[in-house]
């Protein structure tokens, strides 16, 4: 028989344990993560063919990596609002589907160029920057999804392994998209990545709740699990815009966030390039050795999220993310750094790729500090501080090339490297146990 066990010693009603519907909505946070990934990390794969089948060159092609990352750093803070006033169920939904179309539309767009008369280039950059805008609800309403329905003692954790399908997204993405484009060619990567963003939109749609209350899968024990701990969120549904602009945390962790962006968006566009242009792998192993920065953002997202959360049990909010954020970005920076001296290319690939997995470290940290800033608003703050690592990624994909034409590839991997410490720093000054200014 299958039921409630009732403890030998009680009398009263039977104990019911807690239902799991909160993991199962992690899980898929994690699955759409890993799509967002997929459909931005994939054209840095197939530009090896694209651009010399379209005629462009490598700062055209940054152009192109640049457009995404504009479009998706100037929709974050509405891609948050959105969800802080309709929920992240219909919102996300939504948002995959559109970003998918554009994913599609990537393969068409030299054709669309020609036909509209505004040139393959042109084309290319409105695609990417309407997929960037489509992607930019992601992440803040991941953090939506997280402040409503994780107990505040899991939250870092679970936008850690939330964030953690980067990782597996980015990793997957240049084998598995290398050896599409040998045998089917470029255009076929993009068109199999909207179909599955088309899947994962609808068992989103299917699944997925705005509150624990509204899913019908969910027990009175879970809901309390949920509840327990969290400080009363009163709010009138207006965004307190005065009260978050004099907040000092705010902007400290927006441009520590900056920094954050920067270095990431090194790996995401050129780190595949580097590895087979500059260090001399081939197509294939190029794309099995540009695996490792991601899985070991996979490995360092959940490790991060989940020493935050016990340090805090220890520390307190403001120490505990301190303490994970400065000390992963501190790493990141020095491991950067050594990456881009070693002179064999596998230790710099080892290296390189443990100074990715010690920045994502840091993510839980940042993250959850914007829950603990403001639940209510947790969409349209983590938008906000998103927005900064966006503006930084908008940078470095453009700047990389041309330090590396100027200086070396040594000179503009250690830009990244200085971004990464600069941004440990700031944590010196960021107290989300603080919340909000009054």
């Not at 169920?89 to 559109?98: F, H, P």
């Not at 850690?160 to 060619?185: D, F, K, L």
């Not at 327990?228 to 207006?238: Q, Y």
């Not at 330090?403 to 991997?413: H, K, N, R």
Request: glycine share 12%; aromatic share 12%.
């Amino acid at each position: 028989m299958n039921g409630p066990v009732t403890p030998a010693s009680s009398e009263s009603d039977p104990v019911e344990p807690p239902t799991t519907v909160r993991r199962r909505l992690l899980a898929l946070l994690f699955a759409i993560s890993v799509v967002t990934y997929v459909d931005r990390v994939n054209i840095s794969i197939t530009a090896r063919q694209m651009m010399p089948a379209l005629g462009l060159t490598d700062q055209q092609m940054g152009y192109v990596f640049s457009a995404f990352v504009v479009g998706y750093a100037l929709c974050q803070v509405p891609g948050g609002w959105l969800g802080d006033r309709w929920g992240s169920r219909r919102v996300l939904a939504g948002a995959i589907l559109w970003w998918s179309v554009w994913t599609a539309l990537t393969a068409t767009a030299p054709a669309i160029g020609v036909a509209a008369g505004v040139g393959v280039l042109s084309a290319l950059i409105a695609v990417r920057f309407l997929l960037g805008v489509g992607e930019s609800v992601a992440l803040p309403n991941f953090n939506r999804t997280v402040a409503d329905w994780l107990p505040q003692k899991e939250q870092a954790l679970g936008i850690g392994v939330a964030i953690g399908g980067i990782g597996v997204g980015a990793a997957v993405t240049p084998p598995v998209t290398a050896w599409i484009m040998v045998n089917w060619g470029w255009q076929t990567a993009f068109y199999l990545a909207a179909g599955i963003g088309v899947l994962v939109a609808w068992l989103w749609y299917w699944y997925a709740r705005d509150r624990p209350s509204d899913h019908p899968g969910i027990n009175q024990a879970e809901v309390r699990l949920i509840l327990d701990g969290r400080p009363a969120a009163a709010s009138d549904g207006v965004t307190p815009w005065p009260r978050i602009a004099r907040t000092p945390t705010v902007w400290w962790l927006v441009l520590s966030y900056t920094c954050l962006g920067y270095v990431a968006y090194v790996y995401m566009s050129w780190f595949y390039l580097y590895l087979v242009n500059v260090r001399g792998f081939g197509e294939l192993r190029g794309a099995a050795f540009a695996m490792a920065p991601f899985l070991a953002m996979l490995v360092g997202c959940p490790v991060g999220g989940w020493l935050t959360d016990r340090l805090t049990l220890r520390l307190g909010v403001t120490k505990a993310r301190c303490l994970t954020g400065m000390g992963g970005m501190g790493l990141s920076g020095a491991s950067i750094a050594l990456g881009a001296w070693v002179d064999h290319p596998v230790p710099a690939v080892l290296w390189l790729s443990f100074g990715a997995g010690c920045l994502y470290f840091t993510v839980g940290a940042y993250w959850s500090s914007t829950v603990h800033l403001s639940r209510p608003f947790a969409g349209t703050l983590s938008g906000l501080m998103n927005t900064g690592a966006n503006l930084g990624g908008s940078l470095s994909p453009t700047l990389t090339p041309w330090l590396a034409d100027q200086f070396g590839w040594a000179v503009a991997l250690g830009a990244a490297a200085g971004a990464a410490g600069f941004g440990g720093l700031l944590w010196w000054w960021i107290r989300p146990g603080d919340g909000l200014a009054k």
